[in-house]
């Protein structure tokens, strides 16, 4: 299956620092990578989808100006978390699909964000 | 709406069998996912079905019923390894995945 690396896996950072996620494709190229979030004891939540060389796709609820992903490359997203707060404090994971039918699934290994 | 039914936790001993039903109701069908996830790591899959049938991968095989928007992964000679929440999900018309919220399955000894 496809590698995803995401950097850094953990970071604690104060309340109003901005904090970058990286998310690396590293077999594959990825025209579109997701961005998800989980809190403790519950399901994914999808935050955004990134797509190479435009703007992401944000979903319902989540502020692009607070979470901004930049796709530069086939093989690199990244999400800053901007003026970051103790309730953005959550499990962070990037994932891409490849396969004709997007029938694969592969997911970063995640980063944990605390902020105090 | 849209929404994937799961149960919240289970238990069940090592050696034996256990099956985690997953009941759906999506716009749409593309196919619906197993992922395992252990306690702070990313979700890594399991299965993909997308017709109605069983598939078997091992000591896991996943189950589904398009008609009954139903799904079940069973997993058996149960390890304690195996201890972890499992993750369905259902892949909307809009190519979307849909999650449910996990059932995280207690294997004791």
């Known amino acids: 299956g496809a590698v995803v690396s995401q950097h850094p896996s953990r970071v604690i950072c104060k309340s109003g620092t901005s904090v970058k996620i990286e998310c690396r494709s590293l077999?594959?190229?990825?025209?579109?990578m997701f961005w998800y979030r989980q809190f403790p004891k519950k399901s994914l939540m999808l935050m955004a989808t990134?797509?190479?060389?435009?703007?992401?796709?944000?979903e319902q609820g989540v502020e692009k100006d607070k979470f901004l992903i930049n796709h530069a490359s086939l093989t690199l997203s990244t999400l800053t978390v901007t003026s970051a707060h103790p309730e953005d404090s959550s499990f962070y994971i990037c994932?891409?699909?490849?396969?004709?039918?997007?029938?694969?699934?592969?997911f970063g290994p995640g980063t944990r964000l605390t902020v105090l | 709406g849209q929404n994937i039914d799961q149960p919240t936790e289970m238990t069940a001993t090592e050696g034996a069998i256990v099956q985690i039903n997953c009941t759906y109701q999506?716009?749409?069908?593309?196919?619906l996912f197993w992922y395992q996830q252990h306690a702070g790591e990313a979700p890594t899959f399991l299965s993909y079905n997308v017709l109605d049938g069983l598939e078997e991968k091992g000591r896991f095989s996943s189950f589904l019923s398009r008609s009954k928007g139903y799904s079940y992964l069973l997993l058996k000679e149960l390890q304690m390894k195996d201890s972890a929440s499992y993750l369905c999900?259902?892949?909307?018309?809009?190519?979307?995945?849909?999650w449910g919220a996990g059932t995280k399955l207690i294997i004791k000894p």
């Open positions: 999506t716009s749409g069908f593309n196919g």
């Open positions: 990134s797509n190479e060389g435009s703007k992401a796709t944000y």
């Open positions: 994932s891409i699909r490849v396969g004709d039918a997007y029938n694969e699934q592969f």
């Open positions: 077999d594959f190229q990825a025209t579109t």
């Open positions: 999900a259902v892949m909307d018309s809009n190519y979307q995945l849909i």
